[in-house]
């Protein structure tokens, strides 16, 4: 009866994630863990609510001791996307809210994102978005810690168990990478499983994150992502990443 | 709406789950955000429509593609900006196009299509709407969409449609020279659907 019990959630799981799987292509994409090349389209604005079973005690180093709750925390970002990546440059400002303890918003900082796409009606979809992080902190996050990434997003689609799948691949260099401190590089591929559901695998030279993402069919604007991140343990940061984000796209008026 | 507010409502028990359990916490914000925020993927659409490799393949994607702009198009709730829906989405079609000396008459066709009906908007442009981009069946539009003032809707529309139609025939006359006629024709075919959808606004 409890084997019952914990699957029929799995269940109900699997088919709110619809049926899409039938379908001929497959295209619900994304990959956890590192940047990517793409930005929000222009007038979109978004909230993600971010929450690690880890709290990061700074310089790559995570919680390991304590209860539930003085080991995880979470945080909070609100962004908006300006311009248009696909015809000329792409931006994104990101106000970043670094814990969800104490004072809501006593800490945080901002991230800054341009993207363009390379190849403009290039069959394979390719973006390069260069991103500035830890901008005008505050708080906590106040101290100047300014990072550079630049980061190189393609989307190919491949035949996959006899189906077309779409996949991300992403590369990039970072300043603080390795560690969070030190300049660095990283890799990641995510696979389409279905219209709502993908999973993901990212490297960042020291950690491996394992993830997915997936929408419900009842919340098309809301998307949710689960990672494991230094899933191996190699740096004793093994931790559980969940984010849920919003996204609403008639910022600048127009009642579509 | 209500699915954004269902989306909103989410977010807000998400919210308050955690905050059951993290507001009450010691003071002792990080200096790291969580994760790296979220990941924008661009709709399938574009590169699925940039994969036809042969001239006939991208030709008969444009036609579905300026089909699929026309359904996009007739979603949107308020008319005012159907004009520049149908510019943005004609235009993107063009862009997506690959730079086949075959299919050169009708990228150009729809490019100038495209540009045209952005003149008329541009013209017609309303001074109490805002430019916005839709969002209709997890779709959006390219760009910001700029609304025509309602009380010139009906002359911006006639003038769309004399853009649509002319472009049809552009492409019509392109066909009978070209090596992609069937293409051709299918791409007119198309477009000139788009005159249904003008005179019902």
Same mark, same amino acid.
């Given at each position: 009866?409890?084997?019952?019990? +914990?699957?029929?959630?799995?269940?109900?799981?699997v088919?709110?994630?619809?049926?899409?799987?039938?379908a001929?292509?497959?295209?619900?994409?994304?990959?956890a863990?590192?940047?990517?090349?793409?930005?929000?389209?222009g007038?979109?604005?978004?909230?993600?609510?971010?929450?690690?079973?880890r709290r990061?005690?700074?310089?790559g180093v995570?919680?390991?001791?304590g209860?539930?709750?003085?080991?995880?925390?979470?945080s909070l970002a609100?962004?908006?996307?300006?311009g248009?990546?696909?015809t000329?440059?792409?931006?994104q400002?990101?106000a970043?809210?670094?814990?969800l303890?104490?004072? +809501?918003?006593?800490?945080?900082?901002?991230?800054?994102k341009?993207?363009?796409r390379?190849?403009?009606?290039?069959?394979?979809?390719v973006? %390069?978005?260069?991103?500035?992080?830890? +901008?005008?902190?505050?708080?906590q996050?106040?101290?100047?810690?300014e990072s550079?990434d630049?980061t %190189?997003?393609?989307?190919?689609l491949?035949q =996959?168990?006899?189906k077309?799948?779409r996949?991300?691949?992403?590369?990039?260099?970072?300043?603080? =990478?390795?560690?969070?401190?030190?300049p660095?590089?990283? %890799?990641?591929?995510?696979?389409?499983?279905?219209d709502?559901?993908?999973?993901?695998?990212a490297?960042?030279?020291?950690?491996v994150?394992?993830?997915?993402?997936?929408?419900?069919?009842?919340?098309p604007?809301?998307?949710f992502?689960?990672?494991?991140e230094?899933?191996f343990?190699?740096r004793?940061?093994?931790?559980?990443?969940l984010?849920?984000?919003?996204?609403?796209d008639?910022l600048f008026?127009?009642r579509? | 709406?209500?699915r954004?507010?269902?989306?909103?409502?989410?977010?807000?028990v998400?919210?308050m789950a955690? $905050?059951?359990?993290?507001a009450?916490?010691?003071?002792?914000?990080?200096?790291d955000?969580?994760?790296?925020?979220?990941?924008?993927?661009?709709?399938l659409?574009l590169?699925?429509?940039?994969?036809?490799?042969s001239?006939a393949a991208?030709?008969?994607?444009?036609? !579905?593609?300026?089909?699929?702009?026309?359904?996009?198009?007739?979603?949107?709730?308020?008319?005012e900006y159907?004009?520049?829906c149908?510019?943005?989405?004609?235009?993107?079609?063009a862009d997506r196009?690959?730079?086949d000396?075959?299919?050169a008459?009708?990228?150009?066709?729809l490019?100038?299509?495209?540009r045209?009906?952005?003149?008329?908007?541009?013209?017609?442009r309303?001074?109490?709407?805002?430019p916005?981009?839709?969002?209709?069946s $997890?779709?959006?539009?390219?760009?910001?969409?700029?609304?025509?003032e309602?009380?010139?809707?009906?002359v911006? *529309?006639?003038?769309?449609? $004399?853009?649509i !139609?002319e472009?049809g025939t552009i492409?019509?006359r392109?066909? !009978? *020279?070209?090596? !992609?006629?069937?293409?051709?024709?299918?791409?007119s075919?198309?477009?000139?659907?788009?005159t249904?959808?003008?005179?019902?606004?």
């Amino acid at each position: 009866m409890k084997g019952r019990s +914990l699957l029929a959630p799995a269940a109900a799981l699997v088919a709110a994630l619809g049926s899409a799987a039938t379908a001929e292509q497959v295209n619900y994409v994304t990959i956890a863990g590192i940047r990517s090349g793409t930005v929000a389209p222009g007038g979109m604005g978004f909230v993600a609510l971010s929450w690690s079973s880890r709290r990061d005690l700074g310089g790559g180093v995570y919680a390991t001791d304590g209860s539930f709750r003085l080991k995880t925390d979470g945080s909070l970002a609100f962004g908006l996307g300006l311009g248009d990546a696909e015809t000329g440059i792409g931006f994104q400002v990101t106000a970043n809210v670094t814990s969800l303890y104490g004072d +809501l918003g006593d800490s945080g900082y901002l991230t800054l994102k341009a993207a363009t796409r390379l190849n403009r009606g290039g069959a394979v979809p390719v973006y %390069l978005g260069l991103t500035a992080d830890h +901008l005008a902190g505050w708080g906590q996050a106040k101290a100047p810690d300014e990072s550079l990434d630049l980061t %190189l997003t393609a989307f190919p689609l491949a035949q =996959i168990g006899g189906k077309e799948r779409r996949l991300m691949l992403t590369a990039g260099v970072g300043s603080k =990478i390795d560690g969070g401190t030190d300049p660095g590089g990283y %890799l990641g591929a995510g696979l389409a499983l279905s219209d709502n559901w993908a999973v993901s695998a990212a490297w960042t030279g020291e950690e491996v994150t394992l993830g997915t993402g997936f929408r419900l069919k009842a919340l098309p604007n809301v998307q949710f992502t689960a990672s494991v991140e230094d899933a191996f343990d190699r740096r004793d940061a093994r931790r559980v990443t969940l984010q849920a984000t919003w996204t609403f796209d008639n910022l600048f008026g127009g009642r579509f | 709406m209500r699915r954004a507010g269902m989306g909103a409502a989410a977010l807000a028990v998400v919210a308050m789950a955690l $905050g059951a359990g993290l507001a009450a916490g010691p003071a002792r914000a990080g200096k790291d955000a969580v994760g790296v925020g979220p990941v924008f993927v661009p709709p399938l659409v574009l590169q699925d429509q940039t994969a036809a490799t042969s001239a006939a393949a991208a030709a008969a994607r444009a036609a !579905e593609e300026v089909t699929l702009a026309r359904d996009f198009c007739r979603r949107l709730a308020q008319k005012e900006y159907v004009i520049d829906c149908l510019a943005a989405e004609i235009g993107a079609v063009a862009d997506r196009m690959p730079d086949d000396p075959t299919l050169a008459p009708a990228k150009a066709a729809l490019s100038d299509a495209s540009r045209k009906l952005g003149r008329i908007v541009e013209a017609n442009r309303s001074t109490t709407l805002k430019p916005g981009v839709a969002r209709a069946s $997890g779709r959006s539009s390219p760009r910001a969409l700029r609304p025509v003032e309602t009380a010139r809707l009906d002359v911006a *529309t006639d003038a769309a449609i $004399g853009v649509i !139609e002319e472009t049809g025939t552009i492409l019509l006359r392109s066909s !009978e *020279t070209s090596d !992609e006629a069937a293409g051709f024709v299918a791409i007119s075919t198309a477009v000139t659907s788009n005159t249904l959808l003008l005179r019902s606004i």
